[in-house]
């Protein structure tokens, strides 16, 4: 298997409930993104992992917690979510950070997980 | 404040017909902008990446433009298909501290019909 997975690929969950999302990335990359993309809005980047290590934190609600086991695995673990978290959830991975003087530090997408919360 | 606007939201053309997408952005200090194609229930993928000194880059159909005096930049489909369907993402990235922060517009959402 090639590129970014992530499962479940569609999730329906109470407002009450504990899920996670799982991503993995098969191409050897450092970095890892959660984004979050709702219907016409632009992308939100959540949360971003270089070399297992958290570096930005985007002013996320507690309900959602991410975790990096390694450079290949990304969760974001979801407890106690509201109806507004509904989205697609996308996990991205590239082969670094962007720095300067490597601005074509390309990120390559998951399907993403789409999430319902009732 | 940094925004990536694009326009318009939507567009439906004709199969075989040609098209241009518009993104205006008011990002600094600029890096590079880059260009995605989002099919329904899947995630972009790069079409483009142009950095300032570049003022245009072609993908196959795909032709993207970039002028950085007026912070503006086009996306030319030509002889669209009908997998050219999709929502079209633009997407700036600045230099932020060590993560290279992606600014993302809204997209627009391409419909070609037969």
């Known amino acids: 298997e090639t590129g970014v997975t992530q499962t479940p690929r569609h999730l329906v969950m109470g407002m009450t409930n504990k899920k996670s999302l799982k991503c993995e990335q098969h191409?050897?990359?450092?970095?890892m993104y959660w984004y979050k993309q709702s219907a016409k809005k632009p992308l939100e980047l959540m949360f971003v992992?270089?070399?297992?290590?958290?570096?930005e934190n985007n002013s996320v609600p507690s309900r959602f917690s991410p975790e990096c086991p390694n450079s290949s695995h990304l969760f974001l673990h979801l407890h106690t979510l509201q109806p507004e978290d509904s989205a697609l959830y996308l996990c991205?991975?590239?082969?670094?950070?962007?720095?300067?003087?490597?601005?074509?530090?390309?990120?390559?997408f998951g399907p993403g997980t789409r999430l319902t919360v009732l | 404040k940094n925004q990536v606007e694009q326009s318009p939201q939507s567009l439906i053309i004709l199969e075989g017909k040609n098209c241009t997408l518009q993104?205006?952005?008011?990002?600094?200090?600029?890096?590079?902008l880059r260009w995605y194609k989002q099919d329904t229930g899947r995630g972009p993928v790069s079409l483009t990446i142009?950095?300032?000194?570049?003022n245009t880059k072609s993908n196959g159909r795909y032709t993207a433009t970039l002028d950085a005096d007026t912070k503006q930049s086009s996306l030319h489909i030509t002889a669209s298909q009908l997998s050219d369907s999709a929502s079209y993402i633009c997407?700036?990235?600045?230099?932020?501290?060590?993560?290279?922060?992606?600014?993302f517009g809204q997209g627009t959402t391409l419909q070609v019909k037969p």
């Open positions: 991205a991975s590239s082969q670094d950070l962007s720095v300067e003087g490597a601005p074509y530090n390309e990120q390559f």
């Open positions: 191409l050897g990359h450092n970095a």
């Open positions: 992992y270089s070399l297992e290590e958290r570096v």
């Open positions: 993104c205006n952005y008011t990002v600094s200090p600029f890096s590079n």
């Open positions: 142009m950095t300032f000194s570049e």
């Open positions: 997407v700036v990235s600045l230099h932020s501290g060590n993560t290279g922060k992606l600014i």
